[in-house]
């Protein structure tokens, strides 16, 4: 697989992330939800922090704001790994899975960024109304940036039994969290790494020692 084609699966992936999520963002109230299925529904959240919302400020003592700050910055610096990481495994002629599970990893990365780095400066905010895009009131800054989340899967949402010790008459819902195509990408890519890690991470093909 050649940086041509990485680069057309990354824009593909790309366009439709935030596609996705300009759409959802203009069209659904924050808190929104539709359901598509009894077990997928479309729900509009913003993630402030980093997967499953996680915030820094509640690992260390910053504020929200300085914490979203150094979260910004740390995913600069990792998707500059990332770039760097997909080039050198194409300049090194690696295997197409590997080349593909880097191009998945890296387009989910940018595209979790751009909301990070650009919404906050050109939407306003999706409290009790749908956001405008461009908008003369945007709801932060630069770097300050919300991610936009929409996927959500509660296959199973039900009420434990009460002989269950600890746990029963709790409710149990599975599969919690909302997440975006982005998210999506990131974790194909891994899961391609983790199930085709032999052949990821085999040798140089015949072909590109030739080209070599």
């Known amino acids: ?12 992936l790309l366009l439709i992330d935030q596609i996705s999520k300009i759409y959802i963002k203009t069209n ?10 009894s077990w997928f529904k479309v729900l509009f959240i913003e ?29 600069l610096f990792a998707i500059t790994g990332i770039g760097y990481w997909l080039y050198d495994v194409i300049r090194k002629g690696a295997s197409n899975t590997l080349i593909i599970a880097v191009s998945c990893i890296f387009s989910g990365a940018l595209g979790n960024i751009l909301d ?6 050109i939407f306003n905010d999706s409290y009790n109304q749908v956001a405008t895009l461009f908008s003369n009131e945007p709801y932060g800054g630069f770097f300050y940036g919300k991610v936009v989340d929409m996927l959500y ?13 600890y746990f029963g008459g709790d409710n149990f819902r599975f599969f919690e969290p909302v ?11 891994v899961g391609i790494l983790l199930v085709f890690n032999k052949k990821a991470f085999g040798e140089i093909s015949e072909e590109n020692k030739n080209e070599e």
């Open 179 to 189: 997440f975006n195509i982005a998210d999506t990408a990131i974790s194909t890519g």
């Open 28 to 37: 659904f109230v924050l808190g929104e939800s539709v359901e598509v299925f």
């Open 47 to 75: 993630n402030e922090g980093a997967a499953w919302g996680a915030k820094l400020s509640d690992i260390i003592p910053v504020s929200d704001a300085t914490g979203k700050l150094i979260l910004t910055v740390f995913r």
């Open 1 to 12: 697989m050649n940086l041509k084609k990485s680069l057309l699966l990354i824009f593909i």
């Open 153 to 165: 899967f509660p296959m199973v949402d039900t009420t434990l039994p009460e002989w269950i010790p």
């Open 116 to 121: 990070s780095l650009f919404y906050g400066v």
